[in-house]
């Protein structure tokens, strides 16, 4: 399996504009966390999803952020519109049966910077 | 709310000496787990401790979780260049306010760095 599949790696846009990270997680993997990382809050849940349904999005930010997933293999975090305070590195992790009994696979990363 | 504070926030030390980075948190955990990440990375999964052990090995890992004082230590013992990296503890327990969630919370991490 080739773990967590994040996309873009790298992204740069300005402030307004319409911002899509993507996530394909392990396959047969039933839950998915988004995490944003940053110097000055280290890391932080987002959201997660068990069997493509959101469970809790208390970490999302504000109403500029929404995460869907819409199969089991595909899931995004959109931001819009961007600001520069949203420029941080977005993790994406996958487990089987949730974090209380397993580890979680991490993503690369996508670096946003929003100028 | 619970969160994993892990100390020291920086660590130096030269190759085979032995290096121990702790975590604290505030609430009752159904685990506690253990991640490493390289500069620019995603972070990798060490160990996971339940709340019903003491001691877990792995390797040259050794992690103890001590649920009394909240609080768990890593240790990496033989300590190698390799090793360099930031290390997280993240806590996980079933969220009280929702019905079916939990709560998972890293901390901000331990910088290690192993000196050749």
């Known amino acids: 399996d080739a773990g967590v599949i994040q996309s873009p790696r790298h992204e740069v846009t300005e402030m307004g504009q319409e911002v899509t990270l993507r996530c394909k997680p392990i396959?047969?993997?039933?839950?998915l966390f988004w995490y944003r990382q940053t110097m000055m809050r280290g890391l932080e849940l987002l959201i997660y999803?068990?069997?493509?349904?959101?469970?809790?999005d208390s970490g999302m930010p504000e109403d500029r952020f929404s995460a869907k997933m819409p199969n089991a293999s595909f899931s995004t975090l959109k931001i819009q519109p961007s600001e520069p305070r949203d420029s941080a590195v977005y993790f994406c992790?996958?487990?089987?049966?949730?974090?209380?009994?397993?580890?979680?696979?991490f993503g690369p990363g996508t670096r946003l910077t929003v100028l | 709310s619970q969160q994993g504070e892990e100390d020291p926030q920086a660590l130096s030390i030269q190759e085979g000496e032995n290096a121990t980075m702790n975590c604290s948190y505030k609430?009752?955990?159904?685990?506690l787990q253990w991640y490493r990440q390289n500069s620019g990375r995603g972070l990798v999964h060490l160990i996971l401790?339940?709340?019903?052990?003491r001691e877990k090995h792995s390797g040259r890992l050794r992690v103890t979780l001590d649920t009394s004082k909240k609080s768990s230590s890593l240790l990496i013992t033989a300590s190698r260049a390799a090793d360099t990296a930031s290390y997280f503890c993240?806590?996980?327990?079933?969220?009280?306010?929702?019905?079916?969630?939990?709560?998972?919370?890293f901390g901000k991490g331990t910088k290690l760095s192993v000196i050749p």
């Open positions: 992790a996958s487990t089987l049966a949730g974090p209380l009994s397993n580890e979680q696979f």
């Open positions: 609430t009752s955990i159904n685990n």
């Open positions: 999803f068990n069997n493509n349904v959101p469970i809790d």
């Open positions: 401790i339940r709340s019903n052990e």
């Open positions: 993240a806590t996980a327990a079933i969220h009280t306010s929702g019905a079916g969630s939990y709560q998972l919370t």
């Open positions: 396959s047969g993997h039933d839950y």
